[in-house]
Every structure is written in C-alpha cells, then in structure tokens.
Nanobody
Framework: QVQLAESGGGLVQAGGSLRLSCAASGRTFTTYAMGWFRQAPGKEREFVAAFSWSAASPYYADSVKGRFTISRDNTKITAYLQMNSLKPEDTAVYYC?????????????????WGQGTQVTVSS
C-alpha cells in the first residue's frame, strides 16, 4: 500500500497563489502516474492535472491551463501543484492520487491510491 501526504492548502484571496505538495511513501515503484483532483460541495470529483512516467508532457484540465502547473521530484516521488491567479471557483478539496499502469489519468477510477485531501478556499 502507498500512502500519500498532502500539504499546502489554505485560504487566499482571488488572484493569489498556493502550492500544494503530495509525497508518496510505503511501496516504491517506477512505473506510475500522479495527479490532482478536486471536489467542491455538491459536485463530483474532477480532474485538475496529472503526469505519468512515460508521458512527454503533463495533462491539465482546460479550466486550469495557464494558471496551474504540476511538477514532480522523482527522487522523492512527490508531486506539486502550483496554483496562480486563483479564482473563487477553484474553491474545493484538492486530492492527490497515484496510479499504476495502465493509466487513465483524467478519471478518478483510474487511480489506486488517494490522499486525505486539503482544503483550498478562494475568497472574492
């Protein structure tokens, strides 16, 4: 089993920035993907960003392209989500997830491990 530890959530004003971190521990693996999802009250969990070990470039939801950047530290199996120009509609619980192959990076059901979630609140 893999454990995911998230950090970096908080309360910011619109236009502000946050950086989320997600570190994996437990079992180590080289063929994997990591991603970020978010879920607002009354809504389904939605894809935000992800990368896989074999992908040339990260993947982003259209709603966050140009504002959010996912990055990774392979030595620690850690994923980051830099969030800039935050909007009130970005308010949600953000979840880190990790997946084993085959990858379905944009779908929650494609992931095997999940973090506890961290609250991001953007005030207007």
């Amino acid at each position: 089993q893999v454990q995911l530890a998230e950090s970096g959530g908080g309360l910011v004003q619109a236009g502000g920035s946050l950086r989320l971190s997600c570190a994996a521990s437990g079992r180590t693996f080289t063929t994997y993907a990591m991603g970020w999802f978010r879920q607002a009250p009354g809504k389904e969990r939605e894809f935000v960003a992800a990368f896989s070990w074999s992908a040339a470039s990260p993947y982003y939801a259209d709603s966050v392209k140009g504002r959010f950047t996912i990055s990774r530290d392979n030595t620690k199996i850690t994923a980051y989500l830099q969030m800039n120009s935050l909007k009130p509609e970005d308010t949600a619980v953000y979840y880190c997830a990790a997946a084993r192959a085959p990858f379905k990076l944009r779908q929650p059901e494609g992931y095997d491990y999940w973090g506890q979630g961290t609250q991001v609140t953007v005030s207007s």
